[in-house]
């Protein structure tokens, strides 16, 4: 409402002033056109007097105070007038020179306050070196009457509009915000128990919020179902090895404390586990996320060499630069971390790296090794949780079950083949690129 006031305001002062001006502008150059004629007629008689060639066609200027005047001056004679001034007369103007014609306003006493518009232009006669100054003059009473008529009819007609504008709004806030008022208590609903979606009974206007609201919400029973089932999860996998402890314990075990060390160490793989996808999914949400693939490929890189220096460990890096993971830095460097550490534990210490775009987009990047390999019928043992094919090594065998875990929270996907330049295995790590 207050808008609408404030622009219907400011427009009708603006077209008020606009008009204004027009017609004034008009009444103007009426003016000016009738002085034009009265110059072109104008002559100088026997006596230096000027008068006209032919009649002026306008009565008015031969009926004593009509409105409408002429007046011509010059320097030392007195100034010659139109019958309708009578016993007036018009000021003498400024004092520049009016090569021009020029416009004002006139107010004198023997006008009894009625103010008239002047127009004035200085021009030398034929036969006369006598520079006379010749003045045209009406009174603007029609003028402003004929500008009140027009801003009461404008102002009059802005606030019908006005009216009319309000009454809209009013309607569009109690009718038109009607389905958002019952979207509103459809959510409602759901927040107290009542329902579990937002009813689809709307207006097609409405219907892209509904449709959004919804997924929204299934969404966030997703996430919801998500979490409980890897709090079961983890509840589960931890109730063996506690169950294990306790036994040891209350027997009182000749190998506690080993058992107590393996138990120990299967929990803290179940809890790394489960943390590193619950970290995965709560960062999933954040569609703006962006990293770089190769600066985060020579950091791990660089950092498990460092690890592996007793083994002279190497690794090549090779592809495309410009790459762009559409996800968290600190997942895609936990991802690639498990895939080289694993890469260069199990190899020979030789691994190479090649990063290349695919369609979608999508980030491909393939790791290989010089290891002895590993045969197709046990890879997918190898994503099993604990699950390690040489026990020689040390660690979890926890790497590539949390690479995969995280790897399909972004959507992605982790292959693995057989390296024809090393001999050893190949895992490709295919995961959304940034477009």
Do not use: C
């Not at 058992?259 to 970290?279: F, G, I, N, Y």
């Amino acid at each position: 409402m207050l808008w609408i006031s404030l622009l219907l305001g400011v427009g009708g002062v603006a077209l008020d002033r606009a008009v204004g001006r027009l017609l004034r502008d008009n009444f103007d150059e009426q003016l000016g056109a009738t002085l034009t004629a009265m110059i072109a007629t104008a002559e100088v008689g026997p006596d230096g007097e000027v008068r006209f060639g032919r009649r002026l066609a306008d009565q008015r200027f031969f009926e004593p105070y009509s409105g409408l005047y002429w007046q011509v001056v010059s320097t030392g004679q007195p100034p010659f007038r139109s019958r309708s001034l009578w016993d007036r007369r018009l000021g003498p103007g400024a004092a520049t020179p009016a090569v021009e014609p020029r416009a004002y306003d006139f107010a004198a006493e023997g006008f009894a306050g009625d103010p008239v518009r002047v127009v004035e232009r200085d021009a030398v006669l034929p036969a006369s070196p006598t520079m006379f100054r010749f003045q045209i003059a009406q009174t603007t009473r029609a003028l402003d009457e004929q500008v009140h008529r027009l801003r009461r009819t404008l102002y009059l007609s802005l606030g019908v509009l006005g009216l009319g504008l309000f009454a809209l709004a009013l309607a569009q806030a109690t009718y038109g915000l009607k389905p958002l008022r019952g979207v509103r208590r459809a959510m409602a609903a759901i927040r107290s128990g009542e329902a579990k979606r937002v009813p689809e009974a709307f207006p097609p206007e409405v219907m892209p919020l509904v449709s959004e609201l919804n997924a929204l919400l299934d969404h966030a029973e997703e996430q919801a179902d998500e979490a409980r089932r890897h709090a079961g999860n983890l509840a589960h996998a931890l109730k063996t090895p506690m169950s294990v402890l306790l036994n040891d314990a209350r027997g009182e075990a000749a190998d506690l404390p080993q058992s107590v060390e393996t138990q120990l160490a299967t929990m803290r793989r179940h809890v790394d586990h489960h943390l590193a996808r619950a970290r995965a999914l709560g960062r999933r949400s954040a569609s703006s996320a962006r990293a770089a693939v190769w600066p985060a490929l020579e950091g791990v890189a660089r950092a498990v060499e460092r690890m592996h220096a007793d083994r002279d460990a190497v690794i090549d890096l090779v592809g495309e630069r410009a790459l762009v993971f559409r996800g968290e830095r600190q997942d895609l460097e936990e991802m690639l971390g498990n895939l080289l550490d694993n890469a260069v534990k199990y190899g020979g210490g030789r691994v190479f790296v090649t990063v290349r775009a695919e369609p979608g987009p999508v980030v491909a990047i393939a790791i290989e090794d010089d290891g002895s390999g590993i045969p197709e019928a046990r890879r997918e043992e190898l994503f099993a949780r604990g699950a390690r094919l040489d026990t020689g090594q040390p660690g979890t065998g926890l790497g590539l079950a949390i690479v995969r875990d995280v790897a399909e929270i972004y959507g992605g996907a982790v292959e693995l083949g057989d390296s024809e330049d090393l001999g050893g295995l190949m895992v490709t790590l295919r995961l959304p690129g940034a477009g």
